[in-house]
């Protein structure tokens, strides 16, 4: 069971990228995925997850995730890009119930959910 992140970078304020999950040794059926982020010094937090459609008030607007079934992957477009969204984001998966439910979160500690990515860094200059 693993995922695998990426698309993060540098980007200017104002700016979009798109980050992507890979997911393998589990299909959708079974697990969802949500995305967090770990800003520098401060706790990781939840941001999104495909169930409900569920983004935190931060990125409200701004932020879309969706998914590709076929291809086991998960994305999040991010828009209108702010220096304070700098942060390491991860993508993480665990049962559906589990995961709509830590996503809300403000300290998610890794030991929560099931199965964590690596993380992609994604940099807003001012």
């Known amino acids: 069971v693993q995922l695998v992140e990426s698309g993060g970078g540098l980007v200017q304020a104002g700016g979009s990228l798109r980050l992507s999950c890979a997911a393998s040794g589990f299909t959708f059926d079974d697990y969802a995925i949500g995305w967090f982020r770990q800003a520098p010094g401060k706790e990781r937090e939840g941001v999104s997850c495909?169930?409900?459609?569920y983004y935190a008030d931060s990125v409200k607007g701004r932020f879309t995730i969706s998914s590709d079934n076929a291809k086991n992957t998960v994305y999040l477009q991010m828009n209108s890009l702010k220096p304070e969204d700098t942060a390491i984001y991860y993508c993480?998966?665990?049962?559906?119930?589990?995961?709509?439910?830590?996503?809300?979160?403000?300290?998610?500690?890794?030991?929560?959910?099931?199965?964590w990515g690596q993380g992609t860094l994604v940099t807003v200059s001012s």
């Open positions: 993480a998966a665990d049962h559906p119930d589990r995961l709509r439910t830590v996503v809300e979160w403000a300290d998610v500690e890794e030991t929560v959910l099931e199965v």
């Open positions: 495909i169930i409900d459609t």
